[in-house]
């Protein structure tokens, strides 16, 4: 969404919870399981296969079945490279970033997408992977259920494989989420991505961005692969947008340049909003040449961009489809 510049501007805890697909009450840990119970170990645990478990897919520790000190510092290493808060907890998704529950393999959810928002879908790929072929697509809150293959992000399902980061796992109706979710449940995006620039509302090169977790690190091969290309990273706007900020920009610019609130892919935590600087030849303004790189390369890590070519849509937004 287009942004007026300003010339200046001034949960973790220890908890067992059973999470149900259908359930239409709201997690904040949003961890991809369905009807299966998730135990939440912390330091000085004595649940000895799970810690096995956890110590196993962490690596570089003795499998002794202890939550230790050094199982404790590794599991917050782990959730400090992820983005999570880490403080050394393992719930619903810190297990679910590290490959899922033991024995929570079918999974059940909704993709995050809603009609009125432009690219709306999940795509179906032959196999678990992003190389594999796009074979068609789930549309808005289409009702998804896989199987997990392994610890990784790709569900099995009647139509081929879907990445379960376009998935909402908590309720059948994602739009009651779009946009309320707590900044707990998604992942931080390295500040060192962040735009240079000074914008409302309320933005400076040291606000913090988030991400749905699942995406994450496909920004982050993304923004490594740019940097190789042209030396720095590509600067980043705006990504999960709250209830509040999708009511700032529909107030300030209405449909169809703004999404109805409770609508943006933002509100999922799946969008990217590159620079935009309003300036004749920006680098993410069509035909720039970081917009033209991210049209050519940014589906290798799943995202994509809903609009033509040339049109009046966001030539800078991206959002992650799988």
Known sequence: MMKKRAASL?????????????????STARAATTTCSVVTLKY???????????QSRLGGLTVDGYFGSG??????????????VADG?????????????????????YVMADSGAAGSKANIRSGPGL????????????????????TGPWLHTSRGYVHKGTLETTTSNPSSINGRLSTSSLCKVSTS????????????????????????????????????????????????????EQWYWYNKFGSPRAAYPGTSNHGYGLAVDFRETDQPGEEFGWGGVGQKWLSANAHRWGFASPFTYGTDGESYHFQFVG
Request: aromatic share 10%; glycine share 10%.
């Open 44 to 54: 000085g645990a004595s649940r000895h296969d799970l810690v096995k478990t956890l």
């Open 193 to 244: 991505y962040n735009s240079p620039d000074t914008f409302d509302p309320d933005y400076t090169p040291k606000t913090q961005r988030y991400l749905n977790c699942d995406d994450q690190p496909y920004l982050k091969a993304l923004e490594a692969s740019y940097k190789a290309a042209f030396g720095h990273y590509a600067a980043i706007d705006l990504t999960y947008r709250d209830i509040d």
């Open 89 to 109: 907890i393992v719930g619903p998704m810190t297990w679910d970033l590290l490959g899922g529950f033991p024995g929570c393999t079918t999974i059940t959810g």
């Open 131 to 150: 190389t594999y072929s796009i074979v068609g697509s789930y549309g808005p809150h289409a009702k998804v259920t896989g199987t997990r293959i392994g």
């Open 71 to 84: 199982t404790l510092a590794k599991v917050k290493a782990f959730q400090t490279t992820r983005g999570l």
């Open 10 to 26: 001034a949960l973790a805890g220890a908890v067992v919870l059973t999470l149900n697909g259908l359930s239409p009450t709201v």
